[in-house]
């Protein structure tokens, strides 16, 4: 499979399978767009007779050659060798948790996934104890896996920070014991951010995602306090302290991450102002999920908006790697062309319900974070140490080439499938993926790769 594009002035193919990509001439665009499948050894006469009106019919035999000569080379129409490797993630360590230390929150954002804090199961705090048995849960179930991934998460983490302390002592006394390697990360909205905080986190925390939209106007629209009224003017000061004394320290890993709805299809103006306005150039700003019932919800009609608005925002990052010589990392544009993800991670992307799983304040475990609240997707608990290895193995066995529409995706090995649980919020099942995701996913790929081309365009 191939796919072709253009964009900023670049005629672009990238074999799908073996990840090359090819910046063509207009005639070896026109002319590989005549093709589905694998090159015949000499040009179809009728394809030759279809293009001399344009070019002359030497040229396109020229061309042709070295198109072919790609494809001998394994860098055009190449072969999916990758469905062998399906079965290898059964069995698989849990490397990585999301500990809920918080089913609370500060914050009333109108598009909150998490019923602005509580997953619907009630307002409560994580108790010390439940955070040690995860730890030792972790720890037990990690197999070999040397080095292990911990989020606080919330709700807002803040609310229990105490508690949030006690369990990194705790893990961390662990680590020599059983030769593991604790790597925490915690979630906040900013709001409870203080100096002792700031420092711990930045000592501590080998990353930080902060969260906040763009504008104070699209900012306070949607992340209200309990009073119904804007956040934007209580957080960000204490976020741009603390990555101010983060850059200073040894853990210096940071995003800002934001969403965008309906209301700010502009939102190209919102990853300027972060970056630019308030200096952080580690960022990510992200399509809302949402139920289409919703005024901020981004449907359909929203797309050709949103393309146009992520192809805009690829040229001004072109523009200013080029011209200023450096600019801000943007998540969704971040993606290696160079030696890729391991063939796992092109299959079935995150860890979700087998590598990675999220456990409650209650000590309930779940497959990832945006499962939690449902009880059909309870894997199991810590209090009673149970493990649901069915559900894990589920998990486990779905991927690409299990997901509808995937297999004959061209984005599918960047995409790996989708993210199982908007899979299943939308569509009652983790092997659908949802379509408008799947347009977006496709465009920001395309202006990954042509970010890549432009600056190999010396």
């Known amino acids: 499979m191939v796919h072709t594009f253009y964009q900023n002035g670049y005629y672009i193919a990238l074999d799908v399978n073996s990840g090359a990509v090819h910046v063509l001439d207009k005639l070896a665009f026109d002319l590989l767009n005549k093709f589905e499948d694998k090159l015949p050894e000499e040009c179809p006469a009728e394809f030759v007779k279809e293009l001399s009106g344009e070019y002359p019919e030497q040229d396109i035999?020229?061309?042709?050659?070295?198109?072919?000569?790609?494809?001998?080379?394994g860098q055009l129409?190449?072969?999916?060798?990758?469905?062998?490797?399906?079965?290898?993630m059964k069995g698989a360590p849990i490397k990585?948790?999301?500990?809920?230390?918080?089913h609370d929150c500060n914050l009333r954002c109108k598009y909150c996934f998490a019923s602005t804090g509580d997953f619907g199961k009630g307002r409560k705090l994580m108790p010390v104890e439940t955070g040690k048995k995860a730890i030792d849960f972790l720890l037990t179930h990690s197999g070999n896996r040397h080095n292990l991934e911990l989020d606080f998460f919330g709700g807002e983490p803040l609310m229990n920070w105490d508690a949030v302390k006690e369990i990194v002592d705790y893990a961390r006394s662990k680590e020599e014991e059983y030769n593991k390697k604790f790597r925490f990360t915690v979630t906040t909205?900013?709001?409870?951010?203080?100096?002792?905080s700031i420092d711990y986190i930045n000592k501590e925390m080998k990353n930080v995602v902060l969260s906040l939209d763009g504008r104070k106007c699209v900012n306070d629209a949607m992340r209200l306090t309990v009073n119904g009224k804007g956040s934007y003017d209580i957080f960000v000061p204490k976020f741009q302290k603390l990555v101010e004394k983060r850059l200073q320290g040894e853990n210096k890993e940071y995003y800002a991450r934001g969403t965008f709805t309906?209301?700010?299809l502009d939102f190209a103006k919102d990853v300027y102002h972060i970056a630019d306005d308030l200096g952080f150039d580690q960022l990510s700003v992200e399509p809302v999920i949402a139920d289409p019932s919703e005024p901020y919800a981004i449907t359909e009609e929203d797309l050709p908006t949103i393309f146009a608005e992520y192809e805009k925002l690829a040229v001004e990052m072109v523009r200013r790697k080029k011209e200023e010589g450096g600019c801000f990392n943007f998540f969704h544009f971040m993606i290696d062309l160079d030696q890729g993800p391991c063939a796992i991670k092109r299959l079935r992307g995150c860890g979700c319900g087998n590598e990675y799983v999220s456990v409650t304040p209650d000590g309930?475990?779940?497959?990832?974070?945006?499962?939690?609240?449902?009880?059909?997707?309870?894997?199991?608990?810590?209090?009673d140490e149970t493990l649901d290895i069915e559900?894990?193995?589920?998990?486990?066995?779905?991927?690409?080439y299990t997901k509808e529409g995937c297999r004959d995706c061209w984005a599918r090995f960047y995409c790996s499938g989708g993210c199982n649980a908007n899979n299943y919020s939308f569509n009652k099942d983790i092997n659908k993926p949802v379509k408008i995701s799947c347009e977006l996913e496709r465009k920001r790929v395309e202006c990954a790769i042509m970010i890549k081309v432009a600056m190999a365009d010396k």
């Open 96 to 102: 990585s948790m999301c500990l809920h230390i918080s």
């Open 364 to 383: 309930d475990i779940y497959p990832c974070h945006q499962f939690v609240g449902n009880d059909e997707w309870k894997m199991g608990n810590l209090d």
């Open 77 to 88: 129409f190449s072969e999916d060798d990758y469905e062998r490797f399906t079965d290898m």
């Open 391 to 400: 559900m894990k193995d589920k998990f486990a066995c779905s991927n690409i």
């Open 262 to 264: 309906k209301n700010n």
């Open 189 to 196: 909205n900013g709001v409870l951010l203080n100096d002792d």
């Open 61 to 73: 035999l020229e061309v042709y050659s070295e198109l072919l000569g790609l494809q001998k080379a």
